[in-house]
């Protein structure tokens, strides 16, 4: 589409209804102004580009399911209306050329695909996310791109499984007439991540920001995972989704989030397994005595959470694909618990003066006085706190964790139904 004709559909209101359905209805004039401002500055920066093209591609937040996925357990998520958009034209030169606000312009050649030795950057993520596509036999080429994103980074809203399908999705739409499915996009997201990037993650991020909507995922088959979506609506419960950065620095933080992995897959190794969801239950149960000799109290402890974090992934799909919305919260604020005790993955115990995670939960819980719910949200260890907040409350409980926590701290999520998808 031409870029007049684009700006003139996003400014008589053309796209409002998808708009409608992507971002909460009191942010879409806000929205129209920053897909406008994001054409202009890819006209500005390509000015020999005429023809364009436009995704999104959203955050996510975790329900439930702290740390299971690697386990090969069960989550809920939900991809919410955070998000990438990126303007793109494209070329015959067989060259990706991107430009992100806030950062300098890459380029990618797609002669040259090789896994380079200096990994950890965006380019090695196009680079690994295109080697994948021609591995796999699918169609590849070249554009100039430029991009904006609303995810924070470092927030446990995964940041980078949405640039990945981001592009995956715009390849996929322009090049091969959307022909790959949601499972597809999340797992050459992650090939890229694992492979070029460098970064052992797994599949759950990649899976909800490509999905969209509230999503149950059985992870029993890694290399096809279960995804059923929730018929849930969220804004008719009288509750609002919030989740609070508590500014927290996630750099030096690899260690502990290895740990969690390595402890748990210990404890499956004591039975002879590879992950935890192969580990009979009651077998652990009647061998702890041996196995925290073998392994350690922690590891004992955080495999009890994977357990019941998995289970409760099932429960809390249930209830609310039954409207049971008081016993999901119920579940919630267990899964939380859980992960305090359990899971322990609060703080750093490296770090043992830096605990704004557990702060933040305090602070929620007494602003909350017993009502809806409250955990830590995502990895842990740094970062932010999820919430589920009665409307009536939320203006007091954004200025109360904005008092600690600085300004703007806080972010109200809705769940979108859509992961990657075309704007037109």
């Not at 300098?104 to 950890?120: A, G, H, P, T």
């Not at 992960?339 to 322990?344: F, G, K, P, R, V």
Request: glycine share 8%.
């Amino acid at each position: 589409m031409k870029i007049n004709e684009y700006l003139k559909r996003i400014s008589d209101g053309s796209l409002d209804g998808l708009f409608g359905k992507i971002y909460k209805p009191d942010n879409i004039e806000n929205q129209k102004k920053r897909y406008i401002k994001a054409v202009e500055k890819f006209s500005e920066l390509y000015p020999e580009c005429k023809d364009i093209h436009v995704y999104s591609a959203s955050g996510r937040t975790e329900i439930t399911g702290n740390h299971t996925d690697h386990q090969h357990g069960c989550v809920i998520a939900g991809a919410v209306d955070l998000d990438a958009v990126a303007v793109a034209s494209f070329n015959n030169e067989n060259i990706i050329r991107i430009k992100s606000e806030g950062y300098k312009e890459f380029s990618v050649s797609l002669d040259d695909l090789e896994i380079r030795e200096n990994k950890n950057s965006s380019s090695e993520i196009v680079r690994g996310i295109c080697a994948r596509f021609i591995q796999k036999g699918i169609k590849i080429g070249g554009f100039d791109m430029y991009t904006t994103s609303d995810v924070i980074g470092g927030s446990g809203i995964s940041s980078s499984a949405c640039f990945e399908t981001l592009i995956a999705t715009a390849l996929n739409c322009f090049y091969n007439n959307s022909k790959l499915n949601a499972v597809e996009i999340a797992k050459i997201g992650q090939y890229a991540e694992n492979v070029y990037f460098g970064k052992k993650s797994g599949l759950m991020d990649q899976l909800v920001c490509s999905a969209g909507g509230f999503v149950f995922l059985d992870f029993e088959n890694t290399e096809n995972p279960k995804i059923e979506k929730i018929n849930f609506d969220l804004s008719e419960t009288g509750y609002e989704l919030i989740i609070t950065d508590t500014m927290g620095n996630h750099s030096d933080l690899t260690d502990d989030y290895v740990a969690v992995r390595n402890e748990m897959e210990s404890v499956a190794e004591y039975f002879g397994k590879k992950v935890l969801r192969e580990v009979d239950e009651k077998q652990f149960w009647e061998n702890i005595p041996d196995i925290r000799k073998k392994t350690s109290d922690r590891a004992v402890l955080r495999a009890v959470h994977f357990f019941a974090d998995s289970k409760r992934a099932e429960e809390e799909r249930n209830a609310l694909s039954e409207n049971r919305f008081d016993d999901f919260l119920k579940l919630v604020n267990e899964s939380g618990e859980s992960s305090i005790e359990l899971l322990q993955n609060l703080y750093s115990c490296r770090k043992p003066t830096e605990q704004a995670i557990p702060l933040a939960i305090m602070t929620a819980k007494k602003i909350l006085d017993g009502k809806g719910a409250v955990r830590v949200h995502g990895g842990g260890f740094a970062g932010t706190v999820q919430a589920f907040v009665p409307s009536e409350l939320s203006e007091i409980y954004q200025s109360g964790m904005n008092r600690i926590f600085g300004e703007n701290s806080c972010y109200i999520l809705t769940v979108r139904p859509y992961g990657g998808i075309e704007i037109i």
